[in-house]
């Protein structure tokens, strides 16, 4: 059997290794991000001042609002301390430029573009002063101007906030791509805006990760998009080149600061950088830790973040009855937590229903097994016939070379066993209206009735003895054939069990590491694969 048990594991690996190999893709659990995703949107404020010289001195100043820039971002404090990419928070474009290009239109009396690009004049004197107005500020500037930088996070909650939650910039990167951290300063001091788990780094055998972004201010209706990119290699920051048209308008509409999430994991390992004079970057995780240790905050995750996961686990089993009450928890804490809001609102349409794992019985493991997805089960019932088919050409093949092995064992001195020593014989009497006589049918090898013997005095009825008149029975063996050894223990004991081996075959050896019998002139186990010797 030794020989069988190695063909039998040898095919269920060769079953595993045919399995076809495939890669996690969204799968629901991404709803344990998409709750601390927000849209980060900065603008500029510009206080600029004029300085006309070419009589008597004269200041015009001026304040301008400007977009900067708009992306996303997620929060990784419940106190509201968010991350995205420092390209969303301090872009390329000057805010002073525009200032210069109004300033100077509107005192000036000048068609100038109202942008964020240099310009020139025909005129010498006013081309000189707009280029002196123009950052950045020297001596003989023209122009002096301030810059505020206004930030706005829009977390995902319903209803929203519809003017946004302020924030400050803790940190900023040298690089577009490098991460930039803020502080909401309104809107987290009960520390329950929902957030993210951050991850550490992205595993090596990943190779997809969804890339969630927030096209526009969320809402019920406008909630997280998550895109599926594939990298190349596996485990790398690089995507493929097949990824590029998609992730550039993932980048196009918003998307720096974008989180990466690890679906297998459910966390966020890194964010996406890119777009318009940017290359497409992954940062990672890493990074991200780095950026908050610098800003003296550490990731952690609130009350809330607590609940839901808890809700989480029923509702992604369907069960949805056990699932309402720790939803209504979670809303108890924060009211506006939309994708509690939704979850609730699909676990009380479905509670009490079929579709109810908690209010209908638990399907027998036959039943769970064809409740299986039809690819898997496919592939399932392929390798298990394969399997079969294999062991059912390979056992009658085994068992034929062991019969073979056993049949010419047997010599052909063999001698039938013989039945030893012979019955002995009793003699059986009945009564028969109360004389005694010698029934009919007697024993074998007892005397002819002729013969026997009558006796005066008739037995019990019913009793049977042997008659002391009976020839006494001759216990030697056949002619010819020796007197028999008496090998039975003394005492009563049972024999021991006969451990030599088969007529013909060496003495039987056994693993030492598994104990599988060795075959003859084995020099290592069937099995396990360990050295006969050791």
């Known amino acids: 059997m030794p020989r069988l048990h190695s063909l039998i594991a040898g095919l269920g690996a060769l ?24 849209r980060v949107e900065s603008t500029s404020h510009v206080s600029i001042t004029l300085l006309d010289d070419r009589s008597v001195i004269q200041q015009v100043a ?22 995205t990419a420092t390209q969303v928070v301090q872009a390329s474009r000057d805010p002073r430029v525009y200032a210069a290009n109004r300033v100077f239109a509107e005192y000036f009396k000048v068609k100038i573009p109202a942008d964020f690009k240099r310009h ?24 002096i101007s301030q810059v505020t930088t206004k930030v706005t996070v829009f977390p995902y909650l319903d209803p929203p906030p519809p003017d946004g939650l302020p924030a400050q910039i803790l940190t900023m990167g040298t690089s577009p791509a490098a991460p930039a951290v803020l502080k909401t300063t309104k809107g987290g001091e009960k520390q329950t805006l929902p957030t993210v788990p951050l991850g550490t780094e992205i595993a090596a055998n990943t190779e997809s990760l969804d890339v969630m972004s927030l096209p526009a201010r969320p809402s ?15 485990g790398s920051r690089t995507f493929k080149s097949t990824e590029r048209e998609k992730l550039d308008g993932v980048l196009k509409n918003a998307g720096p600061g974008s989180a990466l999430i690890d679906d297998g994991k459910s966390e966020v390992v890194g964010l996406l950088a890119g777009g318009d004079d940017v290359a497409t970057t992954i940062t990672g995780a890493d990074e991200i830790r780095t950026a908050l240790v610098a800003a003296g905050i550490t990731p952690r995750r609130g009350p809330v973040d607590v609940v839901f996961e808890n809700a989480l686990a029923s509702y992604h089993n369907k069960l949805y009855s056990s699932a309402v009450p720790v939803l209504q928890q979670v809303l108890n804490l924060r009211p506006d937590h939309a994708v509690a809001l939704d979850h ?6 479905k509670a009490g229903t079929a579709e109810d794992a908690g209010s209908r019985p638990r399907p027998s493991p036959v039943a769970a097994k064809k409740a299986s997805s039809p690819p ?29 092995g056993q049949d010419a064992s047997a010599g052909p001195d063999s001698v039938p066993p013989v039945s030893w020593p012979p019955n002995g014989v009793t003699q059986v009497f009945e009564t028969a209206g109360g004389t005694a006589r010698p029934a009919e049918t007697s024993h ?12 005066s005095t008739p037995p019990e009825a019913g009793r049977s003895f042997v008659s002391p008149s009976d020839p006494p ?9 020796p007197q028999p050894v008496d090998l039975s223990p003394p005492g009563g004991r049972p024999h021991p069990a006969d451990l030599s081996p088969p007529r013909g075959q060496g003495q039987m050896k056994f693993c030492t590491q598994c104990g599988m019998r060795l075959g003859q002139g084995h020099r290592f186990c069937g099995f396990c694969g360990n050295p006969a010797d050791s």
């Open 62 to 83: 001026r304040e301008y609002d400007t977009e900067l820039a708009e992306g996303s971002g997620f929060t990784v404090t419940p106190d509201g301390v968010v991350v």
């Open 376 to 404: 898997a089960l496919v592939f399932v019932i392929g390798g298990v016939v394969v399997v079969a088919l294999l062991v059912a050409v390979a056992v009658p093949l085994l068992l034929r070379r062991r019969r073979t």
């Open 220 to 234: 019920a209706t406008a909630p997280p998009k998550l895109d599926t990119a594939h990298l190349d290699p596996p």
């Open 344 to 349: 609730l609102r699909v676990s009380r349409a």
């Open 120 to 143: 020139t004049l025909d005129n010498a004197d006013l081309n000189r002063r707009l280029q002196a107005c123009y950052p950045p500020q020297q001596s003989d500037s023209t122009c």
């Open 473 to 481: 029975h001759d216990p030697s063996p056949p002619r010819g054939r």
């Open 15 to 38: 079953g595993a290794l045919a399995a076809p190999m495939l890669h996690p893709h969204p799968s629901g659990s991404t709803d344990r991000v998409t709750p601390g995703a927000v």
């Open 444 to 455: 074998p090898g007892s005397w002819p009735a002729a013969a026997r013997p009558e006796t």
